[in-house]
């Protein structure tokens, strides 16, 4: 569902619109007073739905990107922590992701470090499940836990 976009210039029109109705001019009376304040009450109320609107549209645009991103952003996730942490041989381990699933293949030299793969791998956001294919050292499947 997309939203209007607010411009910037729109929620300046408004706050200045109520800036301007507060700047009573001297010698008015009391009704035109209340009018002013009215109007300038009026023009907050408008810049402040303006705002959130804005934000509504900026966090819809947010989860849109993360949608888009999906199955790709999880893979690329999984596959940096897995390369950034020292207690795995990320290099040695392919992962594909498919509508939330993940499935971990690769030969790591221990069971230490398959279990390390399945803990870093099920701890990334948008994960679903992770299908453990690892092997440890000579091509065995790794434990299945």
């Known amino acids: 569902m997309s939203k209007p976009r607010i411009g910037q210039e729109r929620i300046a029109l408004a706050i ?12 008015c009376d009391r009704a035109q007073e209340d009018r002013a304040a009215a109007a300038a009450a009026k023009a907050v109320h408008d810049a402040n739905r ?3 609107s804005a934000g509504d ?9 993360g ?13 940096t922590a897995l390369l950034a942490d020292k207690g795995v041989n990320g290099a ?16 790591l030299p221990d069971q230490a470090q398959a279990d390390r793969a399945l803990e870093i791998a099920r701890g990334v956001e948008g994960v679903k499940a992770v299908e ?10 790794a434990s299945r836990s």
Do not use: H
């Open 16 to 27: 200045a619109s109520a800036l301007v109705t507060m700047a009573v001019v001297p010698g």
């Open 50 to 52: 303006a705002l959130k």
């Open 57 to 65: 549209v900026a966090r819809e645009g947010a989860r849109e990107a």
């Open 67 to 79: 949608r888009a991103l999906g199955d790709a952003g999880i893979t690329t996730m999984i596959k």
């Open 92 to 107: 040695g381990i392919n992962v594909d992701t498919n509508g939330g699933k993940v499935t971990l293949t690769g030969n």
């Open 132 to 141: 453990n294919r690892l092997t440890v050292g000579s091509g065995t499947a």
